[in-house]
């Protein structure tokens, strides 16, 4: 996942509105958001090499979504798979503080990472490489391959788009989300970050949707959570051809 762009609390009608997408090489194998037959209660794809996931919800309001801390020179070959966080705070029960503190004990564990977390009672933050928030406050947010609302062109052009959307919206459109998420395009030069790869492709990441022939947005994600509890979640998940995306869409919760 190298992108999610999120609103917490900063809607009338939801709670929290999510759009990220994730990244990867299409060669890694990958299924498809869907209930995990290991864990009946989750929903969320799956990286299908190391079993664990970018993005996923449970059916009692859990939520977890994870991003790579890019900077090649500190990695680390057979560090433990960062989707393993994503999907053990999912899977498991353990509260969001004692996930943190778990995260805060043993992150470094794995290479860097940003991971978001959290139930129907908030939402928190952490990154390995010094950042936490906990609880996250209410607003629009975004996060890529840095710490959280680095204003890399790509998360402050989401940001923008995400708010210019829910100010005008009083529901906003799942395709209006899907919309924000499909953009391609790239950022000047000038502004680039630069995270220890080449300016090839430091360019090549700058959009919020990225194509190349062997690496890209590998799926996109839409998430929201009313005040009733009520979940939408919509997936699109792409294997280098994007005019056919495979979507997968589920409505559950909500008191009757």
């Not at 989707?83 to 705070?89: D, N, Q, R, S, T």
Request: glycine fraction near 10%; proline fraction near 7%.
């Amino acid at each position: 996942m190298c992108l999610i762009l999120f609103a917490l609390d900063a809607h009338p009608r939801y709670r929290l509105v999510l759009a990220a997408n994730r990244d990867e090489f299409y060669a890694r194998p990958t299924a498809p958001a869907a209930f995990w037959d290991d864990a009946p209660h989750v929903l969320a794809g799956r990286d299908l090499t190391a079993n664990g996931t970018w993005c996923g919800v449970t059916g009692d309001g859990r939520i977890a979504a994870v991003t790579n801390y890019r900077d090649p020179g500190t990695h680390r070959v057979g560090a433990r798979s960062r989707g393993e966080l994503a999907a053990g705070f999912l899977a498991g029960n353990a509260t969001p503080a004692r996930w943190l503190e778990h995260l805060q004990r043993d992150g470094h564990d794995y290479n860097g990472f940003n991971l978001i977390f959290g139930d129907g009672n908030g939402l928190h933050y952490h990154s390995n490489r010094g950042a936490t928030a906990s609880p996250l406050a209410p607003g629009i947010h975004g996060l890529s391959n840095h710490l959280l609302d680095t204003p890399w062109p790509k998360v402050a052009r989401g940001r923008d788009a995400l708010a210019r959307l829910l100010a005008t919206a009083d529901d906003p459109a799942v395709d209006d989300l899907f919309a924000i998420l499909a953009d391609r395009t790239p950022a000047p030069d000038h502004l680039l970050p630069d995270t220890g790869v080449s300016l090839d492709w430091e360019r090549l990441l700058s959009p919020l949707f990225i194509t190349s022939p062997t690496y890209g947005t590998r799926s996109s994600t839409v998430i929201l959570m009313d005040r009733n509890g009520r979940c939408t979640f919509v997936e699109r998940s792409y294997n280098g051809a994007t005019d056919h995306p495979r979507t997968v869409e589920y409505r559950f919760g909500g008191e009757s």
